[in-house]
């Protein structure tokens, strides 16, 4: 038969969002695949030119909805990093928690339309109410349930609020309870196993070449996590292990994720354990001195970082991202080549596609 290309998108179930999947085939079988970005491009790090640092914050929370406490505590990094601004060691334990319980809502959220995607819609249901602990968890603290202009050059906006260790403690019980669950519900259901065991093969020499990083390159065995290679906030006085899998498939990609959410739980526990007294901010300068600086975190969906040029000014001269998920997709072809087209939505599903931070 011959070979013909397929777009699947802009608008389509599989995308989790405004981009666009080409797929070469032959028959059924994908020979050839090429993502096309750029629909949902809105100029984000020019607009960062006319805002003044702290305007910058609600803005990096916009980056990525189902992360947005990672970019905007990614964004104060780099800004302390230029203005060489010394965050209290109570704000960064309470970055450490916030982060965490983002993590965890965003790994959920994931798990919710995994779920869709490959017909256990049961999963969604209970990922997505489990989610709501999280958002509600988050609301306590910061006043917002999606965007939450949290984080500050210096610290956090606030402190904890009263009972809000206690109130966490009792959802993390609860969780890993129901985290039991979701496994009885995805690991025993024949059709997700054979939808995603052997499919999507990303070996881990062609993760690496090709700069995938989180829990894609972490689901082929390579063991790394930029919380634990290139420490930031305190995650190097915390006890902590980085989760990985070695079968490089769609399978491994979903059981790093579900290792993850547990790991954030001990992460959580044990940030409150150490958790001093003391300021939860510093004022920081109005004006950042001609320099430049970068910094880098580990967002749910892999390695971001941020780089930053001041010019004696109160704005930035030059604001550069790097989305973990721009350069994960790269790598899509590889996936999806030799498989399916009924595979496309388990293979790109594993990936945990985001939109807001790859287009900007």
């Known amino acids: 038969m011959a070979e013909m290309w397929i777009n699947m998108g802009p608008q389509h179930p599989m ?6 999947l080409r797929v070469k085939v032959d028959g059924e079988t994908i020979v050839d695949a090429e993502p096309v970005v750029g629909y949902l491009h809105r100029g984000w790090e020019k607009l960062t030119e006319n805002r003044m640092y702290p305007q910058i914050i609600p803005m990096s929370d916009r980056l990525c909805y189902g992360a947005s406490m990672s970019w905007s505590h990614l964004y104060c990094l780099a800004v302390e990093e230029l203005m060489d601004v010394e965050v209290p060691e109570r704000a960064e334990y309470i970055r450490v928690i916030v982060l965490e319980l983002q993590r965890i809502a965003s790994h959920l959220m994931w798990l919710a339309a995994y779920g869709t995607d490959l017909g256990l819609l049961t999963g969604f249901v209970y990922a997505m109410r489990e989610r709501e602990l999280f958002l509600d968890l988050l609301q306590s603290v910061s006043g917002a349930r999606m965007t939450y202009n949290y984080m500050r050059i210096g610290g956090v906006r606030n402190d904890l609020p009263p009972n809000f260790e206690r109130d966490c403690l009792r959802t993390l019980d609860f969780f890993e309870k129901k985290l039991d669950e979701y496994e009885q519900i995805y690991d025993k259901s024949a059709i997700f196993r054979l939808r995603t065991e052997g499919v999507g093969i990303l070996k881990a020499a062609d993760a690496i070449n090709l700069g995938v990083t989180g829990p894609s390159l972490r ?3 390579v063991r790394i996590d930029i919380r634990d290679h290139d420490p930031y906030s305190v995650y190097d006085e915390l006890d902590w292990d980085i989760c990985t899998h070695p079968d490089c498939d769609c399978y491994a990609r979903y059981k790093v ?3 993850e959410m ?5 992460i959580i526990r044990e940030a409150f354990k150490k958790m001093p007294d003391g300021p939860v901010r510093v004022k920081a300068p109005r004006h950042a001195p001609k320099r430049t600086a970068f910094a880098r975190v580990e967002d749910p969906r892999g390695e971001a970082l941020m780089y930053v040029i001041g010019d004696g000014t109160d704005k930035p001269f030059r604001l550069k991202v790097r989305s973990p998920i ?10 999806l080549k030799g498989y399916k087209v009924a595979d496309v939505p388990a293979i790109m599903g594993s990936v945990d596609m985001c939109l807001g931070e790859t287009d900007r």
């Open 257 to 259: 994720r579900m290792d």
């Open 15 to 20: 995308t989790h969002g405004l981009w666009n």
């Open 262 to 266: 547990r790991m954030s739980c001990h």
């Open 219 to 221: 689901g082929s065995g």
């Open 326 to 335: 721009f350069v994960t997709v790269s790598a899509v072809p590889i996936m």
